[in-house]
């Protein structure tokens, strides 16, 4: 079994910087993948970024602005968001997959003036 608990969601101004943090607790190594995703209101979930043994991926609507890292001493893996725009305004979710497919609870980040 694995918990996610996340961090560090908030309110900031378009152009600011937020960093998500997700603490894994259980059976989870370096070698599983772990990510974010996010879901807006009436929109599906989508992937933000995810990352696996150094190896990183990114949606394209987050390349140059968000940065997926992990500490594996920690089991935690940060989300460092910058120039954040409205539109990155979603619940952000924390994702590992070992044999099974774990969640977070989610965090809400609101971009708005």
């Known amino acids: 079994q694995v918990q996610l608990v996340e961090s560090g969601g908030g309110l900031v101004q378009p152009g600011g910087s937020l960093r998500l943090s997700c603490a894994a607790s259980?059976?989870?190594?370096?070698?599983?993948?772990m990510g974010w995703y996010r879901q807006a209101p009436g929109k599906e979930r989508e992937l933000v970024a995810l990352?696996?043994?150094?190896?990183?991926h990114y949606a394209d609507s987050v390349k140059g602005r968000f940065f997926i890292s992990r500490d594996n001493a920690k089991n935690t893996v940060y989300l460092q968001m910058n120039s954040l725009k409205p539109e990155d305004t979603a619940v952000y979710y924390c994702?590992?997959?070992?044999?099974?497919?774990?969640w977070g609870q989610g965090t809400h980040v609101t971009v708005s003036s």
């Open positions: 994702n590992a997959v070992t044999t099974k497919s774990y």
């Open positions: 259980g059976s989870i190594f370096s070698s599983n993948a």
């Open positions: 990352i696996r043994s150094g190896y990183t």
